[in-house]
């Protein structure tokens, strides 16, 4: 019983006598990092005909575009993420090599650490902030040459 109130889609809710026994939860929707948006506390979810979908307590929507169940989540991510192709969030790793936009050209570099809180790093003698978070982290990102930058992923791509 335990096992079903942890899915995060709710599909397989605990039944007892005929009656749905689900958790309270509250009304939200959060990010799961690298993987599907969670929608909890009985919200009514529609399709993109307008159509609702089966009243659930809990339902986990993708937003990876990979999922053959639109617009919920069939567990894709997870073979998108394994052939390399990113997700909205938490798409870059230590190691990669990233480029980011800089004065006329590019910046490129690699990965050093990551962050998912604010952080504040003195680079180059300026110190320079990023509120970091789940939903956009922030990379310290080295050069051949040693330099480092301080970058959030939605200003970075891949090389
Ligand atoms: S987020 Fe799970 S399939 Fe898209």
């Known amino acids: 019983m335990r096992m079903l109130e942890k899915c995060p889609s709710g599909r397989l809710p605990n039944v007892f006598d005929g009656t749905v026994i689900e958790p ?5 929707i959060n990010a799961i990092p690298g993987g599907p948006l969670w929608a909890a506390g009985g919200m009514s979810i529609t399709d993109e005909a307008g159509h609702p979908l089966e009243e659930r307590n809990r339902f986990s929507l993708c937003r990876c575009g990979a999922s053959e169940n639109k617009p919920l989540c069939d567990g894709n991510h997870s073979r998108q993420s394994r052939r390399g192709r990113p997700m909205s969030s938490n ?65 970075l791509s891949r090389t």
């Open 91 to 155: 798409s870059f790793q230590v190691g990669d090599t990233v480029e980011w936009n800089w004065g006329n050209g590019t910046g490129t570099g690699d990965i050093v650490k990551q962050f998912t809180a604010k952080v504040t790093r003195t680079l180059a003698g300026s110190e320079i902030a990023r509120n970091a978070t789940d939903d956009d982290p922030a990379f310290l990102i080295e050069q051949e040459d040693g330099d480092r930058f301080l970058k959030f992923q939605s200003e």
């Open 24 to 28: 309270s939860l509250p009304t939200e």
